[in-house]
């Protein structure tokens, strides 16, 4: 397996508080990933990042932002979590965008 | 426009017969196309990916899928279904033009009958 780990695996929070999910390979891959998986709606790209510092809105990007100091940690933050933000989280990592993604174990964020 | 169709959102087999999960997709260039599978409270795993060498591929577990660019389509294929096969099944398809352009199918549960 890839190594990836994303922390907290699960968060409990209110509306309005601050979170930030945080996601670390030991691969050294160049680029990472956040998703959001909701039911039906398969996976959605939040943000990525193709280097350090280096980071790009995906599709549903509004309410997110990210950060990326180091090779090994990309950091999810949602300033002002909504109820709409409950969902299960993934980091993925690539060697580049056009080759296969791995996954981290995902999580379970649920905003009250 | 990329766009990805999974056509069924359930099937169910029967041990020891044959699995086809469905795949219909677009796409204004030529693809990459992934199928991963997600076991329940697990991350996703790659099963197979087609990046334009051979249209039959073969992936891990005994899976296999077919590019087919005149139906526009890469079902995914086993001849025979084991009970640890049951699990969620994510077509994806993905431009070589850009890393934001990744789109994920809704996902087809599979699950096998004793």
């Known amino acids: 397996d890839a190594g990836i780990t994303q922390s907290p695996r699960h968060k409990v929070t209110e509306t309005g508080t601050p979170v930030t999910l945080r996601c670390h390979q030991t691969?050294?891959?160049?680029?990472m990933y956040w998703y959001r998986q909701d039911p039906g709606h398969g996976l959605r790209l939040i943000h990525y990042?193709?280097?350090?510092?280096?980071?790009d809105k995906g599709e549903v990007s509004d309410g997110y932002s990210v950060s990326r100091s180091k090779t090994e940690d990309f950091l999810l933050t949602l300033e002002s979590a909504t109820s709409s933000q409950t969902s299960v989280y993934f980091c993925?990592?690539?060697?580049?965008?056009?080759?296969?993604?791995?996954f981290g174990p995902g999580t379970r964020l649920t905003v009250l | 426009a990329q766009s990805v169709t999974q056509l069924d959102s359930h099937v169910s087999v029967s041990e020891g017969t044959p699995v086809l999960l469905r795949c219909n997709y677009s796409?204004?260039?030529?693809?990459?196309l992934f199928w991963y599978v997600q076991h329940p409270n697990k991350g996703l795993q790659l099963l197979l990916k087609?990046?334009?060498?051979?249209?039959l591929v073969k992936g891990i577990n005994g899976f296999e899928a077919e590019f087919k660019k005149s139906e526009t389509s890469f079902h995914l294929t086993k001849p025979s279904a084991h009970m640890s096969d049951a699990a969620e099944y994510f077509c994806?398809?993905?431009?070589?033009?850009?890393?934001?352009?990744?789109?994920f199918g809704s996902g087809t549960r599979l699950s096998i009958r004793p």
């Open positions: 993925a990592i690539s060697e580049s965008y056009f080759y296969e993604q791995f």
């Open positions: 691969e050294n891959h160049r680029y």
């Open positions: 990042s193709y280097g350090v510092k280096d980071t």
């Open positions: 796409s204004s260039y030529s693809p990459s």
């Open positions: 087609y990046t334009s060498a051979a249209t």
């Open positions: 994806v398809v993905r431009s070589y033009s850009s890393a934001s352009k990744i789109i």
